[in-house]
């Protein structure tokens, strides 16, 4: 039977998988396919906010923001738009009833929808394609990035703004306001660097400290996450545990006593060589090839590349599609605002221009050439503030989105020479790769006044407390 015959849906065909603010996903526990279903607060329970004609069209929008203009900014071999479904809601309750006592404490101040019968149907990136089951496993690396530049000192307010990135920032208010025991070392300038030591820093603290920024899964299985409200450091041994089958080769694979820390450096070099280079369908080697032939440093582009912070990123690599999308936040929250406030006043003279404007879609090619024929000058008009609040809200959805790295080990295929030949030789392994960027939804027009809010009150903590904690 097909995955989706929907009269045939059973609940035991499928299983908790994982969840974020927005949205919790069930896998099918045979093939390589996840539903994501929509969460609403849990105050909200008894009665959905919305209609299940709404839920359909906020998914189907989901569907044609990710396929018409995300995929076109980020480049479509990283994208997988999925399609709407609906489904029976004798099965989607039965659903959240069985997977209700997996889900993380800390996710229950919302409930899953069970109302409108509409879900998202995505392809498994945790698992792809189909493996051998005596082979290892593909491991699959989330991470979700979050903003790699700092905004232009042009349009903000407070100097620090143009010195500690926005993800430091917000660290230091999420330790003061209790969501996390202790605060990441992670920046995301270092990880968006392209250069590799910062990189492997990066990616470092990503593993000590993943908050919602990092997990990694096993054959589909998610084997390494943060525990909210934990007060112990992550388990770097269970971790290891895990990875080190991974990385064995050559002598180490004789004598097997590779250390941790040599298990640790392999994982994150290869993990930073998927993130840099052009996206999948190659492989990935441990040598560090091509790099430091890059740039020159006599050539004042590279000048430009730092003061931008993507000093070096390869342009096809899926780090650089996802800042240059991000960096469509030219003016910051603070140039934004009163463009929003221009469109607002607007729409209330002319309501009905929200359709024409696009507002709340339709996400289409129109919406697409709307942001991209932006003009650079301010003439005041309410077609330039759309432009930019359209260019906005797609900058704020790539600073939210998740990078899926899936390897897959191709040094023990019996018929691949080079595996063998690389065995033998004690070179390092290689891995098949591929790389996906998920959760592209488009962020609602009215979420803007709250996005400034929230940037005045982590902007006024750490200059209160932040730069003085450890
Ligand atoms: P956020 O709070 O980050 O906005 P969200 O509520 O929008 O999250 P997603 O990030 O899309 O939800 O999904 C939640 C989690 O489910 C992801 O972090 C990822 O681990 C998993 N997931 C989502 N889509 C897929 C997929 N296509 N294949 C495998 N796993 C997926
Ligand atoms: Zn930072
Ligand atoms: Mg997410
Ligand atoms: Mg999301």
């Not at 919790?24 to 105050?43: D, G």
């Not at 809601?89 to 404490?105: D, G, M, T, W």
């Not at 960096?327 to 221009?353: A, N, S, V, W």
């Not at 996400?363 to 432009?387: H, I, P, R, T």
């Amino acid at each position: 039977a097909s995955v989706m015959e929907l009269d045939k849906m059973d609940e035991n065909d499928w299983k908790y998988h994982g969840e974020g603010n927005k949205s919790l996903v069930v896998s099918h526990v045979q093939h390589s396919r996840v539903l994501r279903l929509l969460k609403y607060p849990a105050e909200d329970s008894e009665n959905p906010p919305q209609t299940a004609e709404q839920a359909f069209r906020q998914i189907q929008n989901i569907v044609d923001f990710s396929s018409n203009v995300m995929s076109s900014l980020l480049g479509e071999k990283f994208i997988h738009s999925g399609e709407v479904v609906k489904l029976p809601l004798e099965f989607v309750r039965q659903l959240s009833i069985k997977i209700q006592h997996q889900r993380p404490a800390w996710r229950c101040d919302k409930v899953m929808d069970i109302y409108s019968g509409c879900a998202l149907c995505l392809p498994n990136l945790t698992s792809p394609g189909l493996y051998q089951p005596t082979h290892t496993p593909p491991l699959c690396i989330e991470i979700k990035p979050k903003c790699g530049f700092l905004p232009s000192p042009k349009h903000v307010s407070k100097d620090i703004k143009t010195k500690v990135c926005r993800f430091c920032m917000h660290q230091h208010y999420k330790v003061a306001n209790g969501k996390w025991k202790r605060r990441s070392l992670y920046c995301p300038l270092d990880l968006f660097s392209g250069n590799r030591q910062r990189m492997h820093f990066a990616i470092r603290h990503l593993i000590e400290e993943p908050q919602n920024n990092f997990k990694i899964f096993k054959g589909g299985q998610c084997i390494y996450s943060s525990k909210e409200g934990s007060e112990e450091s992550m388990d770097l041994n269970a971790l290891l545990h895990h990875l080190r089958p991974y990385f064995l080769y050559g002598n180490n694979r004789i004598n097997s006593h590779m250390t941790s820390k040599s298990v640790l450096n392999d994982f994150i070099q290869v993990l930073g060589n998927a993130l840099l280079s052009g996206g999948g369908d190659g492989r990935v080697l441990m040598d560090r090839q091509g790099e430091g032939r890059s740039f020159c440093e006599a050539s004042l582009f590279n000048m430009e590349r730092i003061r931008h912070g993507s000093q070096g990123l390869p342009t096809d690599s899926v780090l650089f599609r996802i800042l240059q999308t991000q960096m469509l936040d030219t003016l910051d929250i603070e140039g934004l605002y009163p463009l929003y406030r221009r469109i607002e006043q607007h729409l209330q003279d002319f309501p009905k221009e929200r359709t024409r404007l696009q507002i709340d879609g339709p996400y289409n090619e129109a919406f697409l050439e709307k942001l991209q024929k932006c003009s650079m000058e301010d003439d005041g008009s309410v077609e330039y503030a759309v432009a930019k609040v359209h260019q906005y809200r797609v900058a704020m959805t790539a600073k939210d989105c998740s990078i899926m790295v899936a390897l897959v080990p191709s040094g023990e295929e019996a018929d691949d020479d080079e595996g063998q030949r690389r065995l033998r030789e004690f070179k390092p392994p290689a891995f098949s790769y591929s790389v996906s960027i998920l959760d592209l939804d488009p962020k609602p027009f009215d979420s803007i006044p709250r996005q400034l809010r929230l940037d005045q009150k982590i902007v006024s903590c750490y200059l209160r407390t932040g730069g003085a904690l450890p």
